[in-house]
């Protein structure tokens, strides 16, 4: 068995918005049991490599269990902040939807396990 | 069904031009003890603070005036439901005396009208700086003292104290300046659940710490307090927590008559989340985790000026059709800051955009950018930004691959610069590239104007600098002062208004005593 490859929208939902120069992305398990494949997936290191262009500072990830979710914060990702932007997408609205099209890779056989729709 | 021992909670806007029907519907369609509404965004402050400058009667939300003309302040003086609502803005005296003569000309003349402020601390940055203190930004670190000249606004964000103490006097209507989200809710708990009784009893002042007002025999009450805070936090953005700006937008019913929210929120501080009945949208366990991490930092710290805020063990539960259940958030005691939001001028922007069709648009596209920028290489301090919507312009560079090839492209140019003839210069160089550039360049609307730049500069002040200078006013017609001061004027006002109603019969009487009603409608201060 190996791995499959899918976007990340197949496991999880989510919204973006900006506070200052920050954008954070709340991204949430479809299923509370898909949760460890969220934590796996979307690490900071992950995030500040697609988002290279766009944030220039600090990227953290926290973990809200309780709803099976993370909050993931971008410092430095509004062009100095919402107000003084350059960028059409001033409060990064677009963020939380636009890394949902992002490619993840699962383990084949626990993905199986747990139920994720497999790609044909 | 309506549960006994919760109160009731609308929202009714996520911010200043949100739908202006929106506070009408829940007052028409539901039963609330309170409605809020919050129309301040980071830089809305500075905005408002500009218009007052040049205006006394401005710089207050005036959407505000337009649902409460089209039926709202009637439905709140009928329904007995209280508006908690931070729309005094820079103003909040200008706003309440709007307010007040719109409900007089409803014949609800003891209204009464509480205004909070004090949480402009411009006044006080000067002698914070002059001490010798450093005030530094809350993310950057930079020095407040480098861009002190070009400050248009500093305002702290106040927390429920104060609009609990306000309800508490009796306030029918509550007008804010600057005070925090979630506190509309929480202030609106405060005094449904006693607690601001208690602290008057007890002396506490409005600026105490909150958890201090709580029943002696509740063990968790700053748990109880982040619950309320985390339901206010839920509803203030409106109908972002009943469908809208949902992953699930194919889905979510109706979304043209979304429902906007109402908070049944508990005294133990758990709370359900729902929305008006027969309307569109949905409220399920998505909707609301989506909301519920909406702009927030740490979940195990979300701070505001009542608690911290922990969200991190949050459980939500479906509990009915679009009803959920909000438990398990925990609470730590508040900081000794306070966050104060503030904005400086920073130099002049504009935005222009043009459309282009293919074969090659893209192609077409980078040349007809690359020739405006050859156009204005003689500007020396404009930086021009150029995003080509259609082709990728939302991807971050690690998605690239996904852009496709369009067939039409929209070319869209912001540009920034300390001086507004550049602005004005690039500004002028985007139309005539329909004649010039690339062939089928479409679509060039009115030249954009240059519109001044304000950065926000948010930083931490301690409570005990802005706490005093925390106020409630109480605004009230002289008429019902005068009834206050003294019951037995009650007789006479009939005799008055019998006159102006025309009994006896006599034009001449009728018309004082209608000019006197007039002058009993005039507003009146007291603190």
Redesign the interface.
Known sequence: MGVIRTQL?TIA???S??????V?I???AHRMEWFPFLEKCVTAEWLK???????TGEVEI??????G?L?C?M?GAL??????A????AQG??MG??I???EIELDEAEAKKLGVPIPS | MRDEGVTRIGGAGGFWGDQVFAPIDLLVGADLDYLTMDYLA??TMSILAKQMARDPQKGWATDLLDWLRAGGISLLHEKKTRLVTNAGGANPHACAEAVLALACEIGWVDCRIAMVSGDDVLPLIDDVLGGGKAVEH???GDSLFNVRSDIVSANAYLGAGAIAHALEKGADIVITGRVADASLIVGSMLHSEGWATRSLDKGKAVFSLVEEWAPDDLKNPLDVLAGWTLAGHLIECGA?VTGG????WEVIPNLADVGYPIAEISRNGDSIITKLEGTGGSVS??TV????????????SYMTPDVIVD??????KKAGKNRIKVS?TKGRAAPPTLKVSS?YR?GW?T?GDLVIPGPDARGRAEKTDLILRERLSDLEGI?I?T?F?GAG???????QH?ATDPSEIII?W???SQMRSEIIEFSRSIAPLVLTGPAGVAGYSARGRPRE????F?FLLQRELVEPRIQITMMQTLRLRLKEMDSRIDGVLTRIQKMADGEPEGLWRRRVARRVLRRLERPQVKN
């Open positions: 929208s939902h989510g919204r918005g900006d506070k200052g120069d920050l954070n709340g991204l949430i490599e697609i988002f290279a262009d766009m944030v926290h973990s809200v269990p309780g709803i979710g909050n914060i410092q062009q100095g902040g919402g107000t003084i350059l960028r059409k997408d609205k677009m939807q636009v949902l099209q992002a | 980071e830089v809350m993310d950057s972002q700006n949902s992953s699930d366990r998505r985790a989506e909301q519920m991490l909406y702009e927030i930092g740490d979940p195990t969200l991190s063990k949050t459980k939500l398990g904005n920073d922007f935005a930086e930004f995003e919507f312009a939302s991807l971050p560079i690690g998605l996904l869209r912001a540009a920034k730049q304000l950065r926000f948010p």
